[in-house]
């Protein structure tokens, strides 16, 4: 039974660039969360998708959004680059009333 | 607006010592509260839980942790340590019960197991 995939494993961007991160859920699994790991840091929520429709969000710009696909795969897009977007990008899925199952994140680096 | 402590940012512990990882929350209503480890460059891993019952909770590789309601607090703990429990360890929090809520992570004690 596979667990949530993410991919790239790792990115180099440029600042100003645009970036999307893919997230495959753990099977059986419909909700979808990202979220941000700073170096050092604890992740911090960024939003969660559920039925295709983004569900909450946290304290994040609106350079950051996401899509949710019928197959429950979920996407993070990031516009506008910047250099503190540096960070690892964690997807995690869960189903109602259970809970997460991380993937292994994104490691992206802006310069 | 819910929040998680975790006032160590670093434990150091000699093998086969007991050791605890402190993690105290704020939250409105019954608090779901979530222990996670990392190990480098990975994604978190789920150690345990806590929803409702038993203080005491037990999980995954000998981690147990008790929730204490009176303290606000959810301390993780083993009897026992291995030098491979050296680790990121993450106290996590979920205002309610459904996957709905988002859960808050706390920021993270590094636990150094010394042989």
């Known amino acids: 039974d596979a667990g949530v995939t993410q991919s790239p494993t790792h990115l180099i961007k440029t600042r100003g660039q645009q970036v999307t991160l893919r997230c495959s859920p753990k099977s059986g699994h419909d909700t979808v969360s990202w979220y941000q790991q700073a170096l050092g840091q604890g992740p911090q929520f960024i939003f969660q998708y559920y039925e295709e429709e983004e569900r909450q969000r946290g304290n994040f710009p609106d350079r950051f959004s996401g899509h949710q696909f019928p197959n429950y795969s979920s996407e993070l897009n990031v516009n506008a680059l910047l250099l503190g977007d540096s960070a690892l990008y964690l997807c995690?899925?869960?189903?109602?009333?259970?809970?997460?199952?991380f993937g292994s994140g994104t490691r992206l680096t802006v310069v | 607006a819910q929040s998680v402590a975790q006032p160590e940012d670093q434990v150091n512990v000699a093998e086969g010592n007991p050791l605890t990882v402190k993690c105290t929350y704020s939250?409105?209503?019954?608090?779901?509260l979530f222990w996670y480890v990392q190990y480098p460059n990975r994604g978190l891993q789920f150690l345990l839980k806590?929803?409702?019952?038993?203080?005491l909770v037990k999980g995954s590789y000998g981690f147990e942790a008790e929730f204490n309601k009176s303290q606000t607090s959810f301390h993780l703990k083993k009897p026992s340590a291995l030098v491979s429990d050296s680790a990121l360890y993450f106290c996590?929090?979920?205002?309610?019960?459904?996957?709905?809520?988002?859960?808050?992570f706390g920021p993270g004690t590094s636990l150094s197991v010394i042989p």
């Open positions: 806590y929803i409702t019952g038993d203080n």
């Open positions: 996590a929090v979920r205002a309610g019960r459904t996957s709905y809520d988002k859960v808050i």
């Open positions: 995690a899925s869960s189903l109602e009333g259970h809970g997460y199952t």
């Open positions: 939250v409105s209503g019954n608090p779901y």
